[in-house]
Antibody, heavy 123, light 111 residues
């Protein structure tokens, strides 16, 4: 079964840092783009960042560029999101999501989603 | 970047059909694939339609997707509504610079 599991969330003060980890199983991890998508309580999903299979391509939402850094270690089937300069508005559940397709042109179909890890930024 | 606009909520009775729209604010709706996700309370989103009209394995054929270039919108149609279809539904597309865009979501109530 294809699965993604996130960890590393928690409560942090404004200006603080957190490192989220996403570990995948049940598929050829190094063949797929991996994405981070967040969802604030009661709101819709918001894309945060994406990383290509070899880490050559990195993409960030304008709201996090310069503060968040995405990386991966294919030997450990893991993707990381280092979040610095955290703000109250970064409070959300952070989901790790796989690009469903590994071959051909990217269509950005996201599947599956992990269960997410909650990040709360509050003083 | 463009915006995807969905109705905030829709409601319909069991056994009926509901259509949820997703309108793209700029650029052509057909230029990038549209995907749809279902999210039940307290759960992660799951895919119900990908690439405009394709159904992932395990999704019943009561779910269908389409694109209407004249209105620059995509639609998710759910027929023969069941109580378990009650959920939030989100459309999603992408830009040519690999940014991923979500609609604001539609809360479906099955009366």
């Amino acid at each position: 079964e294809v699965s993604l599991v996130e960890s590393g969330g928690g409560l942090v003060k404004p200006g603080g840092s957190l490192r989220l980890t996403c570990t995948g199983s049940g598929f050829t991890f190094h063949d797929h783009f991996i994405n981070w998508v967040r969802q604030a309580p009661g709101k819709g999903p918001e894309w945060v960042s994406s990383i290509s299979s070899t880490s050559y391509l990195l993409f960030y939402a304008d709201s996090v560029r310069g503060r968040f850094t995405i990386s991966r270690d294919n030997s450990r089937n893991s993707v990381f999101l280092l979040m610095t300069g955290l703000r109250v508005e970064d409070t959300a559940r952070y989901f790790c999501v796989r690009d469903a397709q590994s071959l051909g042109d990217r269509t950005h179909w996201l599947d599956p989603w992990g269960q997410g890890t909650m990040v709360t930024v509050s003083s | 970047n463009f915006v995807l606009t969905q109705p905030h909520s829709v409601s319909e009775s069991p056994g009926r059909t509901v259509i949820i729209s997703c309108t793209r604010s700029s650029g052509r709706i057909g230029s990038d694939s549209v995907h749809w996700y279902q999210q039940r309370p307290g759960a992660a989103p799951t895919s119900v339609i990908y690439e405009d009209s394709q159904r992932p394995s395990g999704v019943p054929d009561r779910f269908s997707g389409s694109v209407d270039r004249s209105s620059n919108s995509a639609s998710l149609t759910i027929s023969d509504l069941r109580p378990e279809d009650e959920a939030d539904y989100f459309c999603q597309s992408s830009t040519r610079t690999n940014k991923i865009v979500f609609g604001g979501g539609t809360k479906l109530t099955v009366l």
